[in-house]
């Protein structure tokens, strides 16, 4: 499989996974449910996307997709699958992050190597499930009902690697 120059230059993207799970669960935790079923039909705006995915990540998914009892009982093990590996990565990415990145000695190049190998290896993990969850969503759902989840998950990552990127300091 061959990755994207860009996302290669900027092997951070593992990294960004791991470290917004933290603050989205301290955040989610700390503030008050702010789901609205209105705010789900509009994923065009970002504030009120990351506001419905920390309140409740499945509920917003849920009222986004309009399931069928027949859908959800096909859908929500590939969701739950997906979700526990995009966990795995995010631990993954963190521990190296800190492991690396927020001591107090200054890093190597051996050090930087390894952190860039590490979190080009959550990356591709994290890839090839997202490859699985998007081969079984298109033939558990409706191909409509499909794309706009994977688009949602696309927007969802999207959010979550700004998020990250705006709070980890670039290696010095």
Sequence with gaps: MQMNPRWRARFGTALMHLLAFPAIAAIALAAPPAFAQDKAADVTDMQALRDSVKSDRKAFVASTLKLTPAEEKRFWPIYDAYQRVVDQTSRRTVLAVEGELFRDKPMSNLAA????????????????????????????????????????????????????AATVPLIR
């Design 113 to 164: 190597k390894s952190l860039a190998t590490e979190l080009l290896k959550a990356d591709e993990t994290e890839i090839k499930a997202r490859h699985t969850m998007q081969t079984r969503v298109m033939r558990a759902l409706p191909p409509m009902k499909a794309a706009r989840y994977l688009q949602l998950e696309d927007k969802i990552r999207a959010m979550r690697d700004y998020d990250i």
